[in-house]
């Protein structure tokens, strides 16, 4: 019985879960955001907060999607993904690390962030812990998180080269201990473990059989302290039934929107995720994994110029940070970031913490960086050399210029 007498309406008030509450939207998102708000308002805004090469997608890999198009190539695939792409990624696998893997034990997602959030779900309970070496990606937790389990830190400062130590990896490790997460290189620092660091991790982990290793390797290909990134998946061959390794196309050849990651796994923990992503997006971007196939395909030798030139940022950048007092950096052998220790210049400029450093060269230098506080580590800052040269001279002027006055 609805009444007929006209009341006063009453705002409706939306009652948002739990698990939507616990967790943090991306910092750096909503650093970009920001910056890119401030660009569209006429601000003079150089960002280097952004995670994605500056470098167009190759041709062949364009050329490969526009064939897709044509041919009509625009339905569902299969959950996994096309097995022409899980068999280029196993054929990687094969290139890089001699490690055999059946397409079965491969699958595709959108994006490696879909990958890891797959992963996450189909493994965790409430009450696993997951081992996350700091300073970590900002999604980590997050994700952990959402499953209902609980992120462990193993704080890593510039004394370990912000790499987790065999000592660190065992006093952490308990009966709760469910997953290990190792990032190389890394976000946000650029850290590459050596062959030495992972055989003396995978020592440790040997002593731990119910412990799962995540081992993202998203920005191996863009490594230049030798040929091949060191991986634990080669280093350690006998931890491969435990090891998760996930990787994509976004940071190796400039595919960022193309939205296409892919995780290699024991094959039922991959019927798993399977399950999770068949109720979820279910199956990634038919065109998009047609270009994948592309960019697997190519020689390797066709994306130097592009780790030749994020090598060459690096060092400029690095040697531009250590002119300006307060500022400590390690170099990086890996990605496209660099982690300056930013604490003596906080306190010389009697700001809190980072995170009003980084809003504090924003609105003086206009310069967009992310502050180390969302990666588990107060007091510095990622800086994202995926601009060209020219713009990180112009950038590092200005954060010279407000932070010496």
């Not at 696993?128 to 499953?147: C, G, K, N, R, T």
């Not at 290189?185 to 050596?194: I, K």
């Amino acid at each position: 019985y609805c009444s007929s007498k006209v009341t006063k309406r009453q705002p409706m008030h939306t009652i948002l879960s739990d698990r939507v509450q616990s967790i943090k939207p991306s910092a750096t998102l909503a650093v970009n955001v920001k910056a890119l708000a401030l660009r569209q308002a006429g601000k003079d805004i150089i960002n280097l907060s952004v995670g994605e090469p500056d470098f167009p997608t190759p041709t062949p890999v364009k050329q490969a999607a526009i064939a897709a198009i044509q041919e009509n190539f625009t339905r569902y695939t299969p959950t996994e993904g096309i097995l022409a792409l899980r068999e280029a990624v196993v054929g990687i696998l094969q290139k890089l690390y001699q490690c055999q893997y059946a397409v079965s034990e491969i699958i595709v997602s959108d994006g490696l962030k879909q990958g890891v959030y797959n992963l996450t779900q189909a493994l965790l309970n409430p009450g696993d812990d997951v081992l996350i070496p700091v300073p970590y990606w900002v999604s980590y937790p997050e994700m952990v998180h959402l499953a209902g389990a609980n992120p462990v830190y193993i704080a890593c400062d510039e004394h370990t080269g912000f790499k987790v130590t065999p000592e660190k990896l065992r006093n952490a490790i308990t009966q709760n201990t469910k997953l290990l997460v190792l990032n190389s290189p890394s976000n946000p620092t650029g850290a590459v473990y050596s062959v030495a660091e992972w055989q003396a991790l995978g020592r440790v982990l040997a002593d731990y059989p119910q412990v799962h290793i995540f081992l993202d390797e998203i920005y191996a290909p863009i490594f230049w302290a030798g040929s091949t990134c060191p991986s634990l998946l080669q280093v350690c061959p006998e931890l491969k039934p435990r090891i998760i390794w996930g990787s994509g196309v976004s940071k190796s050849h400039a595919m960022t929107g193309w939205r296409i990651g892919y995780l290699a796994a024991e094959a039922t923990l991959v019927k798993a995720m399977k399950k999770i992503q068949s109720q979820s997006t279910g199956c990634p971007c038919a065109i998009s994994q047609k270009a994948a196939v592309a960019a697997l395909h190519m020689d390797t030798k066709a994306m130097a110029p592009m780790v030749a030139a994020y090598h060459e940022r690096h060092d400029t950048v690095l040697g531009l940070l250590k002119k300006i007092p307060g500022i400590s950096c390690l170099p990086a052998e890996g990605a496209f970031y660099l982690f300056p220790n930013v604490r003596e210049l906080i306190a010389r400029l009697g700001l809190p913490d980072d995170v009003a450093f980084a809003e504090f060269l924003l609105e003086t230098a206009g310069v967009a960086l992310v502050p180390g506080t969302a990666f588990g580590a107060p007091g510095y800052v990622r800086v994202s050399y995926a601009v060209e040269n020219e713009t990180l001279y112009r950038a590092l002027e200005r954060i010279k210029e407000v932070c010496v006055k």
